[in-house]
């Protein structure tokens, strides 16, 4: 069992599909460090100082004790966190879209390239050779 497990495990394809993943998180972690670091505050002063990651509807507030201290955190839907995770997933899903676009069209001019023309079995050269050999002799 652990054999066939060794096998299964080594085949290209699972390999392949393990660094694509590897690379792909790393390719999220990438864009949404993007968006939330660059994109979203290079875009506030374009939107009139608007910050997305403090759009907050907030349901019900916390409640406080007398001390200060928090009894119940507030509960919030954090709409800002969510438009910024929305905008990582279009960029991630688009640059894939390139990606598998690129790859679909290599692949197509491979299958259009046209194949080297094979040389003619060995017994109809022969043939030709002897058909030109009697069209001179006679």
């Known amino acids: 069992m652990f054999n066939e497990f060794k096998e299964f ?3 290209g ?9 590897v690379m792909g998180g790393a390719f999220a972690t990438v864009v949404t460090a993007f968006i939330q670091g660059v994109f979203l505050p290079a875009l506030s002063p374009v939107l009139g100082g608007l910050d997305f990651g403090s759009w907050v509807y907030e349901m019900s507030p916390a409640v406080l004790a007398e001390d200060g201290t928090v009894v119940t955190e507030a ?3 954090k709409v800002g966190e969510f438009i ?3 905008i990582s997933f279009i960029i991630v899903a688009f640059v894939m879209f390139l990606i598998i676009k690129g790859m679909n069209n290599m692949m197509k001019k491979e299958e259009e390239a046209p194949a080297a023309p094979a040389e003619p079995p060995r017994q109809e050269v022969l043939l030709e ?5 009697l069209a001179k002799s006679s």
């Open 9 to 11: 495990a080594m085949k």
């Open 75 to 77: 509960v919030a839907i």
């Open 129 to 133: 050779e002897i058909r030109n050999l």
């Open 84 to 86: 910024a995770a929305l």
């Open 13 to 21: 394809n699972l390999v392949d599909m393990a660094v694509g993943f």
